[in-house]
């Protein structure tokens, strides 16, 4: 009976521990900043589409703790100044990172 619950219980601290596994290797700490920089990027990624200097599709938007990453490419020197803009003034960005590649 004794080993019956230390295995029992060696088994649900194992699956604890890799469950929460995966935000800490990600360098996240729990679940509600996960949340938080999902809403991040959805925000960022809205704002890209409504506005008319951006090519809202083809940037791709990457948060990790409040640090939005813009890859992808833009038009003009412009459009990638703009996509910063617009992703540094939106709630919860703490910084940017501009990786957007300007295509001739």
Same mark, same amino acid.
């Given at each position: 009976?004794?080993?019956?619950?230390?295995?029992?219980? $060696?088994?649900?601290? *194992?699956?604890?521990?890799?469950?929460?596994?995966? +935000?800490?290797?990600? *360098?996240?700490?729990?679940?509600?900043?996960?949340?938080?920089?999902? #809403?991040?990027? #959805?925000?960022?990624?809205?704002?890209?589409?409504?506005?008319?200097? #951006?090519?809202?599709?083809?940037? &791709?938007?990457?948060?990790? &703790? *409040?640090?939005? $990453?813009?890859? *992808?490419?833009?038009?003009? @020197?412009?459009?990638?100044? $703009?996509?910063? @803009?617009? +992703?540094?003034?939106?709630?919860?960005?703490?910084?940017?990172?501009?990786?957007?590649?300007?295509?001739?």
């Amino acid at each position: 009976m004794k080993h019956t619950r230390a295995i029992a219980f $060696a088994i649900l601290t *194992g699956v604890t521990l890799v469950s929460t596994g995966c +935000a800490v290797m990600r *360098g996240q700490t729990d679940a509600a900043t996960y949340v938080d920089d999902r #809403t991040i990027t #959805t925000a960022v990624k809205a704002k890209l589409i409504e506005d008319k200097r #951006t090519g809202g599709l083809s940037i &791709n938007v990457d948060t990790l &703790n *409040g640090a939005v $990453a813009l890859s *992808g490419f833009a038009k003009s @020197q412009m459009e990638k100044d $703009a996509a910063g @803009q617009i +992703a540094s003034t939106t709630k919860g960005v703490r910084e940017v990172r501009n990786n957007l590649i300007v295509r001739p």
